[in-house]
């Protein structure tokens, strides 16, 4: 990281400092205080340029943010807005929200979008469907969503969508984060269309984010998990020094650095503007693998404190757990690599091989 990068670090750290994670529930479904504290200090816009409202800073700033908040258990939807849907909203001329007010994105469901003459110049579109496993749904105050363009039309519309008014599902992920989902009946929208590629990098952006996210929470297990080997005494001596403990710790090493690598990778394959579809298809069925092996071993080395609500590592083993499957699942993203890498014939495999990784 550079020192500007460092020091959006240890501002997202001392914000996180006043905000201890807690089990979400229906009554509590986010961190409102967190994100009010990351949004005075302009951090729910890093990334973002600021002539369109934002903060400033480059992509490796936003991830920067992420990855710290996905560290620390936090309840906000910041990789939604900062990586995702702000991002996309701009790269198709769309005004970004107020970034002081959360903002997610839709790609599932069955949403149709039809152009609207109401006076008020093009770029306006009525939408109608369901858009299901809306991250942050209900806590949202704007979702970005990829509806259907209307027949004979190639691609799909992007739209911005004010979602303050909108009813959503109670429906939640294994660690409570809100993932309902909006009944769009004729809701009013600013949008762009956008060609099948920009809709295949949109989505693959979705699951980078996620991966991004699963390789600082793992990192944190990782971290943690050794901490509490070196500290726990056992037969009058630490689990660390068990060699049984600490192949597994190495195992952990092992997957927790294969994750970080690729989604570096996919980062930079971002930051450099090329098609970034393949990258972040293999960052993110790699870091959705480690989390079987990761998870289970740091709660095999913690033993029965580790699933208590009271301890620290429930909070991102169950975030992990969730984010594997959100945004596309390993078996999707399998065969979007498959088929991306076998596109060029048998000779083309090892360079697109290493054009990935």
């Known amino acids: 990281m550079t020192s500007e990068q460092d020091l959006v670090v240890a501002t997202v750290r001392d914000v996180l400092a006043g905000f201890e994670p807690f089990a979400l529930t ?87 979008a039809e152009p609207v003459d109401d006076g008020d110049g093009p770029g306006r579109w009525r939408l109608t469907g369901t858009a299901t496993d809306v991250a ?22 992007l739209a911005l969508v004010d979602a303050t008014g909108l009813a959503s599902s109670d429906a939640r992920n294994l660690a409570g984060e809100p993932r309902g989902s909006l009944v769009l009946a004729g809701a009013p929208a600013s949008g762009a269309l956008l060609t099948p590629a920009r809709v295949a990098g949109l989505r693959a952006r979705y699951a980078l984010a996620r991966a991004v ?46 994750v970080t690598a690729l989604t570096d990778a996919a980062v930079q394959t971002l930051a450099r503007g090329e098609d970034v579809v393949l990258a972040a298809a293999a960052a993110k069925v790699r870091a959705g693998s480690a989390v079987e092996v990761v998870a289970r071993l740091a709660h095999q080395v913690h ?35 498959g088929v991306g890498l076998l596109a060029g014939g048998g000779d083309d495999l090892w360079p697109a091989l290493t054009r990935v990784v």
Do not use: K, N
Request: proline share 5%; glycine share 12%; aromatic share 6%.
């Open 26 to 112: 229906a009554e509590r479904p986010w961190d409102a205080g967190l994100w009010a504290a990351l949004a005075d200090a302009g951090l729910t816009g890093v990334g973002l340029p600021e002539e369109a409202g934002g903060s400033g800073g480059e992509l490796a700033d936003a991830v920067a943010v992420v990855r710290t908040l996905a560290a620390g258990a936090a309840a906000v939807p910041v990789a939604e807005q900062l990586l995702v849907a702000g991002p996309a909203l701009l790269a198709a001329d769309l005004d970004l929200p107020d970034p002081a007010r959360p903002c997610s994105v839709a790609v599932d469901g069955v949403v149709h």
């Open 136 to 157: 942050w749904a209900g806590v949202a105050s704007s979702v970005a969503v990829l509806a259907a363009a209307p027949a004979g039309i190639e691609g799909a519309v």
């Open 213 to 258: 996210q699963l390789a600082a929470a793992l990192e944190q297990v990782l971290a943690w998990t050794v901490q509490y080997a070196g500290e726990r005494q056992q037969f009058g001596r630490p689990l660390g020094r068990f060699q049984a403990v600490q192949m597994e710790l190495a195992e952990m090493a092992g997957e927790v650095s294969a």
């Open 303 to 337: 033993g029965a404190i580790g699933f208590t609500q009271e301890h620290r590592l429930h909070h991102l083993t169950r975030r992990c757990w969730s984010w594997r499957d959100e945004a596309g699942s390993e078996l999707t993203w399998a065969r979007v690599l």
